[in-house]
Nanobody, 118 residues
Framework: QVQLVESGGGLVQAGGSLRLTCATSQYTFNTNSMGWYRQAPGKQRELVAMISTAGSTNYADSVTGRFAISRDNVKNTVYLQMNSLEPEDTGVYYC????????????WGQGTQVTVSS
């Protein structure tokens, strides 16, 4: 059973920063593009950022320039550094694993809440 274990959510004021972390098994990490989706109340789940096994990235337009995704191939961990946070970034953030950078995820974490106050 594939497990994606997230941490790092919380409450922050607008303009602040948070870093999300997602850890998984070595096999899952080495065979999947990894990244993050989010879901705001009343809205559909949407892409935030993904990173391929080779390090290529894909970002949502709304977070480009503010968020940075990275992966540590030793720790089997993917990170999402979120800067200049806005109230519109509020939602549940889900770690995701996908067959490739542009495919929909096949694995999901349990989600971590990010709340940005104005």
């Amino acid at each position: 059973q594939v497990q994606l274990v997230e941490s790092g959510g919380g409450l922050v004021q607008a303009g602040g920063s948070l870093r999300l972390t997602c850890a998984t098994s070595q096999y899952t990490f080495n065979t999947n593009s990894m990244g993050w989706y989010r879901q705001a109340p009343g809205k559909q789940r949407e892409l935030v950022a993904m990173i391929s096994t080779a390090g290529s990235t894909n970002y949502a337009d709304s977070v480009t320039g503010r968020f940075a995704i990275s992966r540590d191939n030793v720790k089997n961990t993917v990170y999402l550094q979120m800067n200049s946070l806005e109230p519109e970034d509020t939602g549940v953030y889900y770690c995701a694993g996908a067959y490739s950078l542009t495919r929909l995820p096949r694995y999901w974490g349990q989600g971590t809440q990010v709340t940005v106050s104005s």
